[in-house]
Every structure is written in C-alpha cells, then in structure tokens.
C-alpha cells in the first residue's frame, strides 16, 4: 500500500488538521470530530447536519458552508460515526428554529441519528430526518436494510441547504429534502476496490479485465461482475437500469451528477457525460444542470456513478442558489 499517511491511527484526525488549516472559513474540532460554519447559525434559521464514515470526501465535510450543510460528523474511515458527534453538532448549529439531518441509508447511520435525534429531542432541539435511499444497484446490500444511500446526498444537501438559506421552516426544510430524494436515482460501476489504511491492501479482489456492476460506496458487492466494455456500453446499462427504476418522459428536465469514486481520471469521466448526454437527448430528457467530478467517494476506488434527479422549477431554482463550501461553489 501507498499512502499519504503519517499512521493508519491517526488518519481522520490529521485529515481534519489540515481541513482546519486550509479553510479558516470552517470551525473544526479535532477531539470531538465536528465540522461546522465558523459563524453561529441564523436566529430563526434550519440547520442541516449531515455525516457518515471518512473516505467519502469531499462528502460531508467539504459541504460545509453557505446554501448547504451547518455541520458534519466525520467518522473513522467506512465507519458511522456516533451519536455524540451527532449530538454536538446539532446543538452547535441550532438557530431555534430546529435541526434536519441528513443521513445515508447505512444501518450504523441510521441508528445513530436516530439516537442523536432523541437526545437532541432531550435537550429541546427539534429534529427532522431525511433518509437518503437513492440506489437502484441492489436490495438489502451488506451494510443497509433497503436501498443504499449515494450520490443524491449532495442533491439532498444542496437543494435542502438552499431552501433552509431562504428561511423555509424545519418541516418544509425536511420535505424538499425528501422529494429531492424521491426524484433521485443512482448506480455504479467499480473498475478496482478501494484500499483502506488500516487494512493496507484492496477491499476486495477484482481481476483486471472485469467490473463490479451495482457496487456500494463501502465496495460493496453489486448486481454482478463482467468482462470490462467499451464505456459506451457500461453507461448504457447504468444508464437502463435508473430508468428502467424511474422513467422519464420526453420533455422532462433533469439534474445529472457523473460522480468519479476517487481513482477515475476527469478526463473518463467527461467520457461518460458525453454518453450519458447523448443518451437522454435521444430519449427527449433535457439536462438542465450537471456536475462531473469526484464528489462522493470511496477512497481510491477507480469506476464511476451516475445519478439523475428529475427536476422541476423550484429544485433548479434552489439548486442555483448561491453556495460556498469547500467542495462546492457558485454565485457568491
């Protein structure tokens, strides 16, 4: 294994380190592995926090910041973090007028916003959760009881993250959160697994001329395994396979997100835009919005998903709202 890593022990706590470091906009603590704006929350204003296992970055760190998340809870790497975290995040953040949490359909999440709500709950802070279950790879996966949680996580947090900027209340906050998830399908493919540090090796063994077909964010098993294709073919049955979940209607808009798993060159990834573009024009479908880039990884696992949001005025006017986070930037 090659890293750049000073102790497999000590990754997450020095990779917060130099988030402090580089972005003075954030207030990080490094004890209590919190990740939160630096100014005190908006009186009247929903907060959203969101959270989940390291590896994933720039999720949910990195989305921290204007028009999008008030704090996130870094775990150890694939690792939810606990209910503590969640819990000083929400109290940290809290404007008075309640808290969202946004949590990935992974059993160790689900429980531990869960518990961190009632605690929150406890000390007089109302929370909302929206459940992000946007997989259409597989059922029931290793980690999860239903459908896994991906890339509709930045779309839930963006559009969400805008709405609460414009002064929604908490249960408006939380539906728009929901719908933004109910409207979002994803899938995607592994090419190689990820090496965690503690491990020091692959997640799993993948020989070099065949793909994981469906896989998970944690390099979970997927649908198959198959000989490697021409991308054009891959994105064809990706592509099948989200529709096939959610069809779409010639003359709907939607929002695309190409999203690279941490070892995919851009360069491959505006390959599959292209087909993915090609795609849905012969189909009628307009892209209103896109982004292409690593946004929700799994370390340096090479492969890529796609997820599609259908979308109507309102999602693209919040999803044009100004944000300003480390991973994500416009209009300000």
Known sequence: MKKLINSPDDVVSEALTGIAAAHPELRVDVKERVVAR??????????????????????????????????????????????????????????????????????????????????????GVSVETVLVDDDVAV????????????GATLFVEKIAGAAAERGDSLAEVAAIGRRVNAASRSFAVALTSGTTPAAGHPGFDLPEDEIEVGVGIHGEPGRRREKIRPAREIVADVLGAILADQPLASGEEVIVLVNGLGGTPLLELYIVYGEVAALLEAKGVR??????????????????????????????????????TPGLRWGV
């Open 38 to 123: 630096a100014g005190q929350t908006k009186v009247g204003k929903v907060a959203l926090v969101s959270g989940g296992g390291s590896g994933h970055e720039p999720l949910h760190g990195g989305f921290v910041g204007l028009g999008m998340l008030d704090a996130a809870c870094p775990g150890e790497v694939f690792t939810s973090p606990v209910p503590g975290q969640m819990l000083a995040a929400a109290l940290g953040v809290d404007g008075g007028a309640g808290v969202v949490f946004v949590v990935k359909n992974y059993t160790g999440d689900v429980l531990n916003f869960q518990m961190a709500a009632e605690l929150a709950g406890d000390e």
């Open 139 to 150: 059922q029931d996966s290793t980690w999860t009881a239903g459908r896994r949680g991906t």
């Open 287 to 324: 892209i209103a919005r896109n982004l292409v880039g690593n946004y929700v990884t799994s370390l340096d696992m090479a492969g890529v998903s796609i997820t599609v949001c259908r979308a109507d005025a309102e999602l693209l006017e919040l999803w044009d709202a100004p944000v300003n």
